[in-house]
T-cell receptor
Framework: NAGVTQTPKFRVLKTGQSMTLLCAQDMNHEYMYWYRQDPGMGLRLIHYSVGEGTTAKGEVPDGYNVSRLKKQNFLLGLESAAPSQTSVYFC??????????????FGQGTRLTVV | GNSVTQMEGPVTLSEEAFLTINCTYTATGYPSLFWYVQYPGEGLQLLLKATKADDKGSNKGFEATYRKETTSFHLEKGSVQVSDSAVYFCALYGQNFVFGPGTRLSVLP
């Protein structure tokens, strides 16, 4: 009964370092999303995917890349971290918007600090 | 594009008080509407949802009605508890999930 699992839960990076955040879901959902949460700004969509092998830009994609090589996994990469990327990152998944049972399921979040 | 506006917080209430958190949206077509709740240190959890106009979503004493004519989905609870202290997010699902900025609720004993 894992749902959506994010790794790692916490990370501190130095400016210019790179890292990858992993999101895994076991609900066979087609859609997956990466959001960042900053104080007073709610959740902002970084990138999303509507199926294996597909990705699309969200509201704030600059400085991030993503890949969806397997349906159950959605990776978020930071090639050269900047202090402005200090945030809490949430992954979510959902079925397509058809029918009344659609909702987004969230992971527990990754708290990233860039110093 | 689609957007969600909700009342600014924080909101501080005494236990057993009535709660209203306003939410309005802008969207093309007919989105589904949601309220999510985030407890400290956790991810977002679905609280309730409504998928078409005039639908009422309800859960744990919370209610919200999908009002197409006023493009609103206000969250209400008749008697809040200390355990309801959390951040509440209004959201819509059109092409993507779009979230409001969140409203922090603190309930005092």
């Amino acid at each position: 009964n894992a749902g959506v699992t994010q790794t790692p839960k916490f990370r501190v990076l130095k400016t210019g370092q790179s890292m990858t955040l992993l999101c895994a879901q076991d609900m066979n959902h087609e859609y997956m999303y990466w959001y960042r949460q900053d104080p007073g700004m709610g959740l902002r969509l970084i990138h999303y995917s509507v199926g294996e092998g597909t990705t699309a830009k969200g509201e704030v994609p600059d400085g991030y890349n993503v890949s969806r090589l397997k349906k159950q996994n959605f990776l978020l990469g930071l090639e050269s971290a900047a202090p402005s990327q200090t945030s809490v990152y949430f992954c979510a998944s959902s079925p397509p918007r058809e029918g009344s049972n659609t909702e987004a399921f969230f992971g527990q979040g990754t708290r990233l600090t860039v110093v | 594009g689609n957007s969600v506006t909700q009342m600014e917080g924080p909101v501080t209430l005494s236990e057993e008080a009535f709660l209203t958190i306003n939410c309005t949206y802008t969207a093309t077509g007919y989105p589904s509407l949601f309220w999510y709740v985030q407890y400290p240190g956790e991810g977002l959890q679905l609280l309730l949802k409504a998928t078409k106009a005039d639908d009422k979503g309800s859960n744990k004493g919370f209610e919200a009605t999908y009002r197409k004519e006023t493009t609103s989905f206000h969250l209400e609870k008749g008697s809040v508890q200390v355990s309801d202290s959390a951040v509440y997010f209004c959201a819509l699902y059109g092409q993507n999930f779009v979230f409001g900025p969140g409203t922090r609720l603190s309930v005092l004993p």
